[in-house]
Every structure is written in structure tokens, then in C-alpha cells.
């Protein structure tokens, strides 16, 4: 079973123990649905055909396991989209020392950048709302990139650490364009990460008006 084929959970925002059920069926054939998936290899060529140098991509992981290793061409693709003059923000939940690391020996590399790439954490020093503790928590095993400038969404429906994503799918830009999942995902990206996020490594200028407003530049 597939993300197409099952309802993801969304938190509201105005009760906090309320939860909104999305039916994510499409009968959308451009949609790619996964049910194993690998973020690089799967989803990298698609996205590829589209991202300009003025798309700005929101990444939710765990850990940053895929950044950690060293034999997976992950932590390259995100250098290079952030070399092209793109904007990545990557929030991990409970980023490791070895992601951190990796990528910053990667971005001491890269030199001068055109675009901007930020990996972010959730700052323990700001107090979370019982709704966004509940967001947070489903994001533990539920990822997805959203892309803008144009519109794609990747959605990893379980992703567990140590194992591999299931239940995927990819929205090319028509599917991506009219999916009220992308803007739900994408607002609540801003919102948390405008809320709590913090800045551990930053590479490139930031352009503030494609940036949300709220974001602390780094």
C-alpha cells in the first residue's frame, strides 16, 4: 500500500486533539507512487527536470541518516540544487553528529554559493505547542520535500530509522499544483520552522523575499 492509496493524517491547528484525515487518492496518472523508495535515486531524476535555480525546497528527515553516508549521492544533490541558486531548507528532527559533520566538510567545499542551503533543528529552548508536538511526533516516520517555483511534493508515507521509505509517492508539478497536500504541508514547514527552528549550518546569501519572513538568517 502507497500514500495514493491510504489517508494521511493532519493535525489542526485550532484543536489541538483534533486530526483532519486527507484522502490523498489521484486518479492523476503523472503521480509516482513507490512503494519502496530511496530519496536520491527516486526522487532526485524526477525533480531534476524541473528545479531552475529559483525553486525553494523544504525537506522534513528524522536524523539525516542519507546525509551520513558516505557512498550515497543524497548530500551532493543538495549541495549541488543550493550551488544552482536554489533555496534547501532541511529541518531534522533529531539531526546526528555525523550528518552534521558530512555536510558541513561539504559546504567548507563548496566555497562561494549562488543559492542557499540551511539545515535546521528544532530549538529545545522554545516551549511546543501541544498541536505541533503532535505534528512533530508524526514527523518522526512521515517525510516529504516540497519544491516551489514549481510545485512538486515527494511524500514518504512510513519511514522509519533504519529501514527504507515506504508508501511514497511524487507529484510532478500538474499534480503538485492542485494538491491541497502541498499546501498543507508546505504551510505547516513554515509555520514549525519559523516557530522553533534554529540554524545549525548555512551556506550561500539568504534572499529574504523567498525566504518565509519569520525565518532567522544565518
Known amino acids: 500500500m502507497n500514500a495514493l492509496d491510504s489517508f494521511l493524517e493532519i493535525l489542526g491547528t485550532t484543536n489541538p486533539d483534533q486530526e483532519f484525515l486527507i484522502d490523498m487518492h489521484f486518479d492523476d496518472p503523472t503521480i509516482v507512487p513507490f512503494e519502496v523508495a530511496h530519496i536520491a535515486t ?25 546525509i551520513s553516508e558516505e557512498n550515497y549521492r543524497w548530500t551532493g544533490d543538495l549541495i549541488r ?19 552534521i559533520s558530512r555536510l558541513k566538510k561539504e559546504i567548507q567545499k563548496l566555497g562561494e554559493c549562488k543559492g542557499q542551503l540551511q539545515l535546521i533543528s528544532i530549538d529545545p529552548d ?35 530509522t533504519g529501514l527504507d521509505a515506504q508508501g511514497c509517492s511524487y507529484f510532478p508539478p500538474s499534480a503538485a499544483e492542485k494538491s491541497t497536500l502541498w499546501s498543507i504541508l508546505t504551510l505547516q514547514f513554515d509555520h514549525i520552522v519559523s516557530k522553533y527552528g534554529r540554524t545549525i549550518l548555512s551556506a550561500g546569501e539568504v534572499c529574504e523575499e523567498r525566504v518565509a519572513p519569520a525565518m532567522e538568517c544565518v
Open 42 to 66: 527516486d526522487l532526485v531524476p524526477q525533480a531534476d527536470k524541473y528545479v531552475n535555480g529559483k525553486s525553494h525546497i523544504r525537506i522534513v528527515g528524522r536524523d539525516g541518516a542519507s
Open 81 to 99: 540544487w543550493a550551488d544552482q541558486g536554489n533555496i534547501v531548507q532541511y529541518l531534522l528532527l533529531d539531526p546526528s553528529e555525523d550528518a
Open 126 to 160: 522554545k516551549g511546543l505547542e501541544v498541536a505541533d508536538i503532535k505534528l512533530l511526533e508524526r514527523w518522526k516516520t512521515f517525510h516529504f520535500v516540497s519544491f516551489e517555483n514549481p510545485k512538486q511534493l515527494w511524500v514518504e508515507n512510513f519511514h522509519a
